[in-house]
């Protein structure tokens, strides 16, 4: 024979140890989570620093709307990076920049672009002739600049080079104007073939070859 109120104690005993079991899957899983936490490394230190907010053109003077702020791991930052509060308004830019890509010192036209080229060298403008070319070529190619003699009297003479494997460290540009106008580079350059250079740009034709 049950005795009366046998069946509701029970349901009860049944309830509280499901609430118990319950409780106790809780707080295990909450200790879990703690101890993940306690385990879990802190998140890396950031730097913020100064990044293109869209593709730039090589040769183009920024604007304000060119550049944003963009947080990066410390051991993720360039050398060189810029402060995202230096005023970098009116710079030309050295070489086609992507958007989301840091701005560093050596990215834009100014004294910076020479340090760091070698003892010895300069940084020698050149105009070549064949804009198309130019077009090619990056910062840090390496190419050879070819001079052909231009006028009445120079008919099959051959092309010399001025100035061998030397390295790009800056394009400005072109200017669209072809053959009359063409293109200017920067290359590294020693005092030397800088000055053969310069020669060469009052009497003949420059192009460029590209270094593997």
Sequence with gaps: MVRPGWNWWR??????????RLL????????????L???RPPPPPTVE??????????????????????????????S??????????????AGPIR??????DVRLVGPALVAGLGEGLVATPVRVADAGTAGLVR?????????????????GQPSRIVAAEVVVIAVPGTDGAGF?????????????????LAAATVTDRLSLTLRG
Excluded at 24 to 35: F, Q, R
Excluded at 61 to 67: C, H, P, S
Excluded at 147 to 154: I, N, R, S
Excluded at 180 to 196: I, K, M, Q, R, S
């Design 139 to 155: 910062p840090g190619d390496r190419v050879d600049v070819l001079a052909t003699p231009v006028g009445q009297d120079t008919t």
């Design 80 to 93: 060189g990076a810029l402060d995202p509060a230096a005023d970098v308004t009116g710079r030309a830019v």
């Design 49 to 78: 620093v100064l990044a293109a907010a869209r593709d730039i053109d090589a040769g183009a003077a920024l604007v304000a709307g060119d550049v944003v702020a963009l947080t990066l791991p410390s051991d993720a930052v360039p």
């Design 11 to 20: 349901e009860l005993r049944r309830a509280a140890t499901w609430h118990r």
């Design 24 to 35: 106790a899957a809780g707080l295990a899983a909450a200790a879990v989570a703690v101890g």
């Design 180 to 196: 009359v106008e063409g293109a200017l580079l920067v290359l590294a350059t020693t005092p030397e073939e800088a000055a053969g």
């Design 99 to 104: 958007a989301g890509e840091p701005i560093t």
């Design 37 to 39: 936490q306690v385990l």
